[in-house]
């Protein structure tokens, strides 16, 4: 007995005289969040270790080189094998965490096909030394469950530039980040399959509507294995009976029994019963089916309530898959101050290795204009702007939203600024300069000029009618836009796939350098937020590219013949 707390006593001595690195800290809990004191010593932790690539360095090289139009590798994606020689730790790294853990009596169990993620079972206390930290237990209002989390966790020396990430410690993610439709109207007059001024009543949009606005071909694709992943998170699901009532209504000319394939990660389900029905898994299902015609379309259910996983977890699930989607689009974002820098590094980093085996990745952009996932009164008078993630990724291609049809604007909630976390990427740097000349001297909004700018393109995001638990009604937000650009460029990979050239895969540096032209600017419109009065300071569209609708609205025939190109 005294024995053994004679050798704990040592070993707190050994690890503070082997020093410890702060390897992240917060000063608080993000708003919402309220510390409810110490967690119990003898809780039990899981807690994933990311352990650090090899060459990641390298991967973004490769990925810069594939992605460049010009380049001698251009579009040459990388195999599953190919994608890991760069992320899996290196042997160094491997044994650092070993002796460490065994150290420590931890069992760590890899949990990613790349091997860059461990987890380690471990009571609070024994965590709390091994981190130099203080877990505590968090409440939020919208949430039943309570979080375990710190405000600051430390990496002993020997683990300091072999570890990346300890998740979860000081990432604060909030419950609802879903980007909730802007609108949520019952329709009684349903909209008919016409143009977008014409269909009954005027302004709704259909799949209709957005052919004929953006040129979308109406003929069925002819690849079999150009998938379009739909990712879902918080329990939503897409219910098959609405998206058949959807294509009766909408897509006359498409076989109604058009459906989609279940995928699932972390447990996540797809429950079929009209009470289930989620309106954004609806949408998303019901725009990606119904623009990217007989586009086989995947829906990946991640079960879960913890965001970061959960987003973490669908790279990871697709790292170990063989023939992966060419896109994958995802209606659900939070602040980026939320997730920490660590995690949304580390996630981003998920990104960029999908887009290096070929696939475009898209995320809806925020639709609380610069003022974070979603506006409230409370922030409308904060003109310290909040970037939103994964959409600051500069690896995914963030899509925002416009409204009208003469001309199309931007609408008061499309998501876009600058980020915190993430250098501004080289193909987008002259574009953004010449939009941070149109920002008068006395702007009275605070943002990061050098970060990562979004979105890079916009779609229609207002009054999409869907069908939902068997009512139709009238939805929107940048959860409208992110499948229907996705949808786009599912169909232009069809096309490439059919004329024998690879896939578009990660898209913004050939957005950037030479389909820039293939949008129509959106000049018009203020994201001060849906709820934020239109006077509260936020960006202006301007001419050419800009932090609303990145480089406007997509025009299917010229961005079709810049890829083919
Ligand atoms: C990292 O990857 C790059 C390719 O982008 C390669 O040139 C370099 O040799 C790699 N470095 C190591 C240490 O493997
Ligand atoms: C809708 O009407 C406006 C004029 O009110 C016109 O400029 C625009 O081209 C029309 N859009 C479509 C898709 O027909
Ligand atoms: C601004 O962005 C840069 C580049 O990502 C970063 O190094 C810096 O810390 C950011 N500044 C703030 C105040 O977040
Ligand atoms: C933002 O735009 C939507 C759609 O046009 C509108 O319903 C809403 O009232 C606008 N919000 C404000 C604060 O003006």
């Given at each position: ?11 707190i ?6 020093g410890?690195v ?6 608080s809990?993000p708003?919402?969040?309220v ?5 119990p ?13 090899n060459?990641?360095t390298g991967?973004?090289?490769k ?7 010009g380049s ?22 491997v ?7 065994s ?6 169990t890899v949990?990613?096909?790349n091997?860059?993620w461990v ?5 609070v206390s ?5 981190f130099?930290?203080q ?7 919208d ?7 710190t ?5 002993p020396?020997?683990l ?12 604060f993610i909030g ?15 349903r909209?008919?399959a ?13 799949p209709?509507c ?5 040129g979308?071909?109406?003929a069925?694709?002819t ?5 379009l ?15 058949s ?7 006359p000319?498409?076989p ?16 079929q019963?009209a ?5 954004k898994a ?22 879960g309530?913890d965001f ?8 990871t ?10 896109v994958m689009?995802?209606?659900?974002a939070?602040?980026?101050?939320d ?17 290096a ?6 995320f ?12 409230s ?6 003109n310290?702007?909040?970037p939103v993630?994964p959409?600051?990724c500069?690896?995914?291609t ?7 049809f ?5 609408i ?7 980020s ?14 010449s939009?941070?000349k149109?920002?008068?001297s006395d ?7 050098s ?14 009618e869907?069908?939902?638990?068997g ?5 929107g ?10 949808a786009?460029i599912?169909l232009i990979?069809?096309?490439?796939i ?12 050939f ?10 600017d ?7 937020g ?10 202006d ?7 609303l ?11 079709l013949a810049?890829?083919m190109?």
């Amino acid at each position: 007995m005294a024995l053994c707390k004679l050798l704990t006593l040592l070993s707190i001595i050994a690890m503070t005289s082997a020093g410890m690195v702060v390897h992240e800290s917060r000063t608080s809990a993000p708003a919402g969040f309220v510390s409810q004191g110490i967690a119990p010593a003898n809780d039990m932790l899981t807690l994933r270790v990311a352990l650090t690539s090899n060459n990641i360095t390298g991967l973004e090289e490769k990925l810069m080189s594939l992605s460049m139009p010009g380049s001698l590798e251009f579009r040459q994606w990388l195999s599953m094998e190919e994608v890991k020689s760069f992320v899996q730790p290196s042997s160094e790294t491997v044994s650092a965490f070993s002796a460490f853990a065994s150290a420590n009596g931890l069992e760590p169990t890899v949990i990613s096909p790349n091997g860059d993620w461990v987890s380690i079972t471990l009571p609070v206390s024994q965590a709390n030394q091994l981190f130099a930290t203080q877990f505590e237990v968090f409440t939020h209002p919208d949430m039943s469950n309570t979080i375990t989390r710190t405000l600051f966790v430390s990496l002993p020396s020997e683990l300091v530039g072999h570890v990346d990430v300890i998740h979860p410690t000081t990432q604060f993610i909030g419950p609802n980040t879903r980007l909730a439709p802007a609108s949520s109207i019952s329709l009684d007059r349903r909209a008919v399959a016409a143009s977008c001024n014409s269909s009954l009543p005027s302004g709704v949009v259909t799949p209709t509507c957005l052919q004929e606005l953006y040129g979308i071909p109406t003929a069925p694709a002819t690849e079999k294995t150009n998938f379009l992943l739909v990712t879902a998170y918080e329990d939503e699901f897409a219910q098959t009976a609405d998206l058949s009532e959807f294509l009766k209504l909408l897509r006359p000319d498409i076989p109604s029994t058009t459906t989609f394939t279940l995928l699932s990660a972390d447990g996540g389900v797809n429950t079929q019963k009209a009470s289930d029905a989620g309106t954004k898994a609806n949408l998303d299902i019901q725009y990606t089916t119904g623009v990217a015609t007989e586009v086989p379309i995947e829906f990946l259910s991640v079960g879960g309530d913890d965001f970061g996983t959960s987003l973490l977890d669908t790279t990871t699930f697709l790292d170990g898959v063989a023939t992966p989607p060419s896109v994958m689009t995802t209606s659900y974002a939070d602040n980026e101050a939320d997730f920490g820098s660590s995690m949304a590094i580390k996630i981003c980093n998920g990104y960029m290795a999908l887009g290096a085996r070929g696939i475009s990745v898209m995320f809806a952009s925020g639709d609380g204009g610069v003022r974070g996932g979603h506006d409230s009164l409370s922030v409308c008078d904060d003109n310290t702007f909040m970037p939103v993630f994964p959409g600051t990724c500069p690896f995914v291609t963030a899509v925002g939203s416009t409204q009208g049809f003469g001309p199309e604007k931007a609408i008061n909630f499309t998501g876009g600024g600058f980020s915190n976390f993430f250098p501004a990427p080289s193909y987008q740097t002259a574009a953004v300069a010449s939009f941070l000349k149109t920002i008068p001297s006395d702007f009275a909004g605070t943002f990061n000029k050098s970060g990562r700018a979004y979105p890079d393109a916009s779609v229609q995001g207002w009054n999409f009618e869907i069908v939902s638990g068997g009512e139709v009604g009238l939805v929107g937000g940048t959860s409208a836009s992110s499948p229907t650009f996705a949808a786009i460029i599912a169909l232009i990979n069809d096309r490439l796939i059919a004329a024998g050239k690879p896939v578009l895969g990660f898209l913004n540096p050939f957005i950037y350098s030479t389909a820039s032209t293939a949008f129509t600017d959106i000049t018009i419109g203020h994201n001060s937020g849906f709820v934020c009065p239109a006077s509260s300071v936020a960006f202006d569209a301007a001419v050419g590219w800009d932090a609303l609708t990145g480089f406007g609205t997509p025009i299917f025939s010229e961005i079709l013949a810049a890829a083919m190109a």
